[in-house]
């Protein structure tokens, strides 16, 4: 049974379910609620079954629940009726001799009680309007904390995946930006990193592990420390990125997950760079004259084939001054401006042109923010940058 009542008011109407199995009783509330002056929207059950589909079905301000019910009683059905509803005001009505009931049903949950038979509709309307208040406060509370959570999750993760640069003599200028590829959302699978070995030589890497989300954030961190550890242990080249793929492999489990890297080593001393690519682009080096790509021997990613480990290197020269671009490819990916063409290289590297020469950070900034523009939202996907700078003279 179903009655829609519609009185005058400023107050938004309340959707009200009256789970009651006596017609009488019923009947009261009915005229009660007609009496208050509230606008409302009445819905009347008799069992639990069947206000269960009716909560599935619609959304509801207020539950006025008999605690007498053919299929359940007592504080069962408040806790029963959370289960269903947790975020629905519930006011439990009771008996004249059920003294101790609505206490009951109030530690079970619900957050109010009535007792029948001594109700008038100022009560009664008191009783609507403070029971779906503190409902809705108790879910704002509860979204609140897990905004909380989300953000002390968010910051670990960053933590993890944005370490702060080991370096000890080096004189080179470290810049890093991550960006999620989502509002709000966990940081998704990139990763990279910066560490000044005893040899004296810069390592670093860019990772970006396939998909987004918790998943690929962890096995990202779990990359990223493992590349630093294996750093620090002396691990190079092909050995290193074996490694690295068994770690991988050993953290997925059943997941279908894989991850791109560029390794580089930066030698002061000769004046080149060691790249190894594990399905990953290529970096970008800045001189005098410019910016290009690097080119550079492609290797297989890591968990795509494991034990094919065709990875090569490839020595670079570098100038006295200059500056290497280790990026992911959500830099890349996004549209270019009102084309329906992505950025790519080509796009990027025409970009960097036209902007003006700052210092690294700021012109990292520029350089993501532009390329964001010309996006506008309509790709999106985790953004990692690793700018190295040397000046020899």
């Known amino acids: 049974m179903t009655e829609a009542r519609e009185i005058t008011s400023a107050e938004p109407p309340y959707h009200i ?56 009683s007592g504080t069962d059905a408040v806790t029963a009726l959370r289960a269903l509803a947790p975020h629905t005001a519930v006011v439990v009505l009771t008996g004249l001799s059920e003294a101790q009931a609505g206490a009951d049903a109030m530690s079970a949950g619900a957050q109010d009680y009535l007792v029948k038979g001594k109700v008038d509709a100022d009560l009664l309307h008191r009783t609507v309007r403070y029971a779906v208040y503190r409902s809705r406060t108790e879910r704002a509370a509860a979204d609140a904390q897990a905004a909380r959570l989300r953000a002390e999750e968010n910051a670990r993760l960053e933590r993890g995946l944005l370490p702060q640069p080991i370096l000890d003599t080096s004189t080179v200028t470290v810049t890093t930006r991550y960006l999620p590829g989502a509002e709000r959302a966990l940081l998704g699978g990139d990763f990279l990193d910066v560490v000044e070995g005893d040899d004296g030589l810069l390592h670093a890497v860019v990772g970006d592990v396939s998909g987004h989300g918790p998943d690929a954030a962890a096995l990202g961190v779990c990359l990223r420390i493992a590349w630093r550890t294996l750093i620090l242990a002396g691990h190079r080249g092909p050995q290193l990125l074996h490694l690295m793929e068994r770690i991988l492999l050993a953290e997925r489990g059943s997941l279908p997950l894989f991850a791109t890297c560029t390794l580089l080593t930066l030698d002061h001393g000769t004046a080149t760079a060691t790249l190894h690519l594990a399905g990953h682009h290529e970096p970008l080096l800045t001189t005098a004259e410019g910016t290009h790509e690097v080119p550079a021997a492609h290797g297989i990613s890591l968990g795509i084939a494991p034990g094919l480990e065709n990875w090569h290197a490839t020595v670079i020269p570098l100038p006295p001054s200059g500056a290497l671009t280790l990026y992911t490819d ?15 290289v080509e796009g990027l590297l025409a970009l960097i042109d036209l902007l003006p020469q700052a210092d690294p950070a700021a012109f ?12 506008a939202g309509r790709h999106t996907d985790d953004l990692a940058v690793l700018r190295l700078d040397w000046n020899s003279h």
């Open 330 to 344: 959500g830099l890349t990916e996004g549209h270019n401006g009102t084309t329906a063409n992505r950025l790519e």
């Open 364 to 375: 990292v900034d520029r350089l993501i923010k532009e390329a964001q523009t010309l996006n």
């Open 17 to 72: 379910l009256l789970i009651e199995d006596d017609d009488g009783d019923a009947l009261l509330v009915e005229e009660l609620l007609d009496d208050t002056g509230m606008r409302f929207e009445l819905t009347i059950r008799t069992t639990l079954t069947d206000a269960r589909t009716e909560l599935g079905r619609h959304e509801v301000d207020c539950v006025l629940l008999d605690l007498h019910l053919p299929d359940i």
